[in-house]
């Protein structure tokens, strides 16, 4: 099904001007809770599929917003999972009639969120799509299973609704934002919606019900294929595998340089990323970045930026093939087999994080470093301009490739370590890391650094046109019109 | 077409007994020089397309081979190219009727050995099928094309042989070893045959003759897709992605420990593995260079051992998934399409390979370094052992993982460096390297010597089991078997 603009009966839509092109929107936020009954009318029970990372911040957002409708959210698991225990601690019970064995749940409520890892959709979709009533809902949060079904040829079943609600953050940035919200004044994470099938005219309303009780203050629309395209590579690219990569490299690269400490290098690289740099960013957007540095540093800045961006680009283009052929779902399929026997390794087991785990410790004032900036701001771009090249909306791209990493991925990066921030997305987003990191590692270490030093630290050899193309990018105004519609508190993930 | 044993009218055809099972092999060597003619019987004209890295060295060798036979060695190249040049410096000319375009060659021989990139192949693989003559012989030089054709459901044409003759070493070194065996005993690069298509019952002796022209001390049958899964997939692995991934690491963890100038950290680690453990293994085998050290130093080699072998296997087992599943190939052709439009970077602009060169220019006296050779040893046995669970005889592992490592690649990485190596192989080979070699890189860096450290540097804690199964492994004496029947001399590369 394409993406040919849609209406609500329930919910108003909004067009916005973004990055020069127009987008209808529907805006979230608290005082639209009161219109969630009518979003979902006919479904009395949702059912919640899985407690991974979205699981339990899907399944708390929904039951606290529905609080007052009647409609009752239960949680669905396998039997015998580790995770009804963690349900339990937060409710989610048999004996309160909240919690069963997955497939009595996909029996009998009106709409199943399918949170389980992708692994299992991919062993169990075909038992899941017999389960469900006829005329009962299907809930997506990311196009995964819809790529899979291409890459070997098969559809949904009719007669069911197939829809897609993708929180552009990860589970516990999810559930934090949204209490946060609870206090202050509505916040929560953006989302995407999808509808691939439609047969009782319901859909769009239902998606965007979830999606606002989810605590999205602003649904966008796209596809299920151009969700699984945008995602996978984002994960892949600057939101996980890049930023990983990137403060490997850099982190190596000072250190070996012997004028810092490593104590120093880690502050320079991972803390300026996660801490100053991405809180300018969500703030300020990413030419607000560049404009915080003058004389010298803007010249560091501007010269990193053009060290890095076009062989990230290269990079990136091959991300983006590799996920839109259907390589890298069939990757994560094979990988779904071989974790059945072996478990995945640790990422931060190096010196390196030991010190950045002292450094969390016992932080103090930080000043930007113009390189680590130009570094990432030249990935980042990199990643905008290939999705907008791939004909991706603004909204997509700009969660996918900016808010997603500023407001809601670096922030837990800078609270517990990339191990943590890596080891809480989906297990896709696990493997991808792991498989792109390196190579992003070596864009920055083997490609930019020597770029960058090559003709001395003078900018007089930058390519112009690709600083002013970063100038004069559409991805700032579009970044600004986002901002406006962002929530009103910062995520705060101490607590 | 399957592989089930071969007769030839022509060459002696001698069953060995290697690690624990029968295989067939040939012998080749100059004493079969007076054979070729009759295993080419029917061929006037042997058209060798292409002058990459395989063109250049069989072109010659066939045609010195050949002298005396009045089978005539043509050149085809495509129109313009700027390989003319450098062709006609090794006598190939239009003026001598032994070069031409590359169609026109195809149109008029017998035997099309077809060594353009991948990439070329599979953009022309129609026009060059249908510009053969009925009843000619397509020769390919590994399996890639066989394996496009897999995967997008197409079949070579019938109506004419279709063989492959595989040499387990660079082009380089096919030239290199046989222009040093005319004037010693007899040298070349193994290779191993496939037979896909057979209409006229010649194509074994063509097979064989071939590869005995190219200098091949032996020869032993394997299929077309037997060869490209081990062919890629061992390039990607310990051949050219894994020593590069495992040198990067060693030399970051080497001078990052504060005890080692950046100059004994190359030594200890890029010069060890392409100098003297190279040389070990080639004369006495992966368990000769185990038997070198004693006390703390054997200690240390088992520690590094186990500590690398099964992070390294998991990491294999998903290159051997990526090749076996078409996506590998999938991923070469879509390179092959974004390659138009940039160059592929150079993998040595680091300060690291900078003081190799210096290294290389000023070589003194190299102790055995245990770590290095531990983690190389137990890289290289997880693929030999992947190999063996993946069905492939004996000739065909030690070749793909030992021989053509330690007698072919790495001299060529210890003459030049590493770029020289990588950038001398086909660029399906040099894209696997830039694809996997962060990936063992992060192997080595991130898992194997954290692993290593975890206990100390006492042995008590190894897994005895994976050290008691390299001891005991069938591969020591398919080694020594393939010993027997090596070149008499080691390839020279200075010169």
Redo the contacts between chains.
């Keep these: 099904m394409g993406k040919k603009g849609f209406t609500s009966t329930v919910f108003p839509v909004e067009t916005i001007s973004i990055g020069g092109t127009d987008e209808q929107v529907v805006k979230g936020g608290r005082d639209k809770f009161n219109l969630l009954a009518a979003g979902f009318a006919g479904i009395k029970q949702i059912g919640v599929i899985g407690w991974g990372s979205q699981g339990p911040a899907q399944a708390q957002n929904l039951r606290d917003s529905l609080e007052g409708t009647g409609i009752v959210v239960k949680v669905g698991l396998r039997a015998g999972s580790d995770s009804v225990k963690k349900a339990g601690e937060k409710g989610f019970t048999e004996e309160n009639g909240t919690l069963s064995e997955m497939f009595e749940v996909i029996k009998e409520v009106e709409l199943v969120i399918l949170l389980i890892s992708d692994a299992a959709q991919v062993e169990n979709y075909k038992e899941i799509f017999a389960a469900m009533k006829p005329g009962a809902t299907l809930g997506l949060s990311h196009g995964f299973l819809r790529g899979h079904l291409d890459s070997i040829g098969e559809e949904f079943p009719g007669g069911i609704g197939v829809i897609g609600v993708c929180p552009k953050g990860m589970g516990p940035s999810v559930r934090r934002l949204d209490e946060q919200g609870k206090e202050i004044s509505g916040a929560g994470i953006n989302c995407s919606f999808a509808v691939e099938q439609n047969p009782n005219d319901n859909a769009v309303d239902i998606a965007l019900a979830w999606a606002i009780a989810l605590g999205a203050p602003y649904v966008f629309q796209t596809t299920l294929r151009d969700e699984y395209k945008s995602d996978i590579f984002g994960e892949r690219g600057i939101l996980l595998g890049a930023v990983w990569g990137i403060v490997e490299a850099l982190y ?1 690269v000072l ?2 340089s012997g004028n810092f400490s490593k104590r120093d290098a880690f502050r320079s690289t991972v803390e300026n990323i996660t801490g100053p740099i991405s809180r300018i960013i969500s703030a300020q957007g990413i030419i607000g970045l560049y404009q915080q540095f003058q004389g010298k540093e803007k010249e560091i800045f501007e010269k990193a930026y053009a060290s890095v961006y ?2 990230a680009y ?1 990079l990136l ?2 991300i983006y ?2 996920v839109a ?1 259907g ?1 890298e779902i ?2 994560v399929v ?2 779904g087999e ?1 974790l059945k026997n ?1 478990d995945m ?1 640790k ?1 931060d ?3 390196m994080w030991e010190i950045g785990d002292q450094v969390r410790k016992d932080r103090s004032e930080l000043a930007l470093d113009p390189l680590t900036a130009g570094i990432y701001a030249g990935v980042m771009m990199a990643q905008v301009d290939l999705l907008k090249e791939k004909g991706h909306c603004w909204s997509e791209i700009c969660n996918e490739s900016v808010i997603e990493a500023v407001d809601s991925l670096n922030p837990y990066m800078h609270y517990k370590g990339i191990a943590f921030m890596v080891d809480n997305c989906s297990r896709t987003a696990r493997l991808g890391t ?2 792109w ?3 992003f ?2 864009v920055v ?3 930019a ?2 770029t960058y030093y090559e003709d001395g630290e003078q900018t007089k050899n930058i390519d112009e046109l690709v600083f002013e193309s970063f100038r004069n990018n559409p991805v700032h105004q579009a970044l600004a019109v986002c901002a406006t519609m962002r929530p009103a508190i910062d995520i705060s993930v101490v607590g």
């Design positions: 190596y250190t070996m076009s062989y290269v283009m091959e093939d590799e052929s390589n069939r990757s094979m990988a071989r072996y390794s990422i087991r190096t010196e792991r498989k990191g390196p190579r590692e070596h270490r083997l490609e650094i020597p």
